[in-house]
Structures are given as structure tokens and as C-alpha cells.
């Protein structure tokens, strides 16, 4: 197998992926007479097709085991989609390139608890995969017509390491 050592998420590194989630001062107001902070406008949330619409959705992941093996990564066509975990926690975030209508090599990151990410419409990507105990996660994707999912299968793994607790 090959191997990938994760890496810590940021805006940055992920951004040719999709959006990273978090609460942020610098994209923030006050409403509700002061007493709320609102974290404005995190994500583009890019939905196309017919009858297409947003969906809300909660979603309860079991940890895997790592190292991982990383056989299979999909993506949605049609939509980006969301994932803001419930619960401060970490998760692993996969992603990869696109080479020509296939996935290219993987990209593994770890979040800092409390962050989220938003995969831009036809971005390659590993499953949810929680770290270490169940966790719940706020999902934002596409519903309607049409097929919204591909998946494409490695003819040889990755193994996906999390990187060196400091």
C-alpha cells in the first residue's frame, strides 16, 4: 500500500477542494441585539439539475480503525456537500485531485476540533470518517433528480496515517 500521513486542515491546503467550516472573527457580526455572533457565509453551497434543492441532514459515524485503508473515494456531480461536526472533535478528511474524470492522489487532512468542510460539486472524497468515537455531524447537500454519485475504486490502496500526536 501506498502511504499518506495526514496533515492538519487549513483553509489554505484544502482550498482547490472545497470550503473549510469554522467560526472565524474576521467573518463574523453581532445579531439578536448583540447577544449572538454570527458566523457569515462559510460555504458555497452549489447545487444543479432538475427539481434540485438543498438538503439538511444529520448524520451519526462510527470511527475507523488506522491506519486506514483507503480503497474507495466518490464524488457528487451535481452538488457540493457539507459536513459540520456537532460535537468539537476531529475527523479525517480525504480528498483528490481531478486527473481527467479519475481521482488523482489523495490528499488526507485531520481537523481541528470544531472545524467542518464543504466538498465543492465534483470533488473527489474519502467517506465521513470519525476519529476515535462515534460522532454526529450536520450534513448540507444536494436532493433531486439525477444521478449525484460516483465511485471510483483503487486497484491499490492507500494507507492513510494520522500524523504524530505532539
Same mark, same amino acid.
Given at each position: 500500500?501506498?502511504? !499518506?500521513?495526514?496533515?492538519?486542515?487549513?483553509?489554505?491546503?484544502?482550498?482547490?477542494?472545497?470550503?473549510? !467550516?469554522?467560526?472565524?472573527?474576521?467573518?463574523?457580526? =453581532?445579531?439578536?441585539?448583540?447577544?449572538?455572533?454570527?458566523?457569515?457565509?462559510?460555504?458555497?453551497?452549489?447545487?444543479?439539475?432538475?427539481?434540485?434543492?438543498?438538503?439538511?441532514?444529520?448524520?451519526? %459515524?462510527?470511527?475507523?480503525?488506522?491506519?486506514?485503508?483507503?480503497?474507495?473515494?466518490?464524488? #457528487?456531480?451535481?452538488?457540493?456537500?457539507?459536513?459540520?461536526?456537532? @460535537?468539537?472533535?476531529?475527523?479525517?478528511?480525504? @480528498?483528490? =485531485?481531478?486527473? %481527467?474524470?479519475? =481521482?488523482?492522489?489523495?490528499?488526507?487532512?485531520?481537523?481541528?476540533?470544531?472545524?467542518?468542510?464543504?466538498?465543492?460539486?465534483?470533488?473527489?472524497?474519502?467517506?465521513?470518517?470519525?476519529?476515535?468515537?462515534?460522532?454526529?455531524?450536520?450534513?448540507?447537500?444536494?436532493?433531486?433528480?439525477?444521478?449525484?454519485?460516483?465511485?471510483?475504486?483503487?486497484?491499490? =490502496?492507500?494507507? !492513510? #496515517?494520522?500524523?504524530?500526536?505532539?
Amino acid at each position: 500500500m501506498r502511504k !499518506i500521513v495526514a496533515e492538519l486542515l487549513t483553509k489554505d491546503a484544502f482550498s482547490p477542494f472545497g470550503d473549510v !467550516i469554522e467560526a472565524e472573527e474576521g467573518a463574523s457580526f =453581532p445579531i439578536n441585539n448583540g447577544k449572538t455572533q454570527r458566523f457569515h457565509d462559510l460555504a458555497k453551497v452549489d447545487v444543479v439539475g432538475e427539481n434540485a434543492r438543498v438538503l439538511v441532514s444529520i448524520a451519526r %459515524g462510527q470511527p475507523y480503525e488506522f491506519p486506514l485503508a483507503l480503497k474507495m473515494v466518490e464524488r #457528487h456531480p451535481l452538488g457540493s456537500q457539507a459536513f459540520v461536526p456537532l @460535537v468539537a472533535r476531529p475527523f479525517l478528511v480525504v @480528498v483528490c =485531485p481531478d486527473e %481527467g474524470g479519475r =481521482p488523482g492522489g489523495p490528499r488526507a487532512f485531520v481537523t481541528k476540533p470544531g472545524q467542518g468542510v464543504n466538498y465543492a460539486r465534483n470533488t473527489w472524497h474519502g467517506v465521513l470518517t470519525p476519529i476515535g468515537e462515534e460522532q454526529d455531524f450536520l450534513i448540507v447537500d444536494r436532493g433531486g433528480d439525477g444521478q449525484n454519485l460516483e465511485e471510483f475504486f483503487f486497484s491499490d =490502496p492507500y494507507e !492513510i #496515517h494520522l500524523p504524530e500526536q505532539r
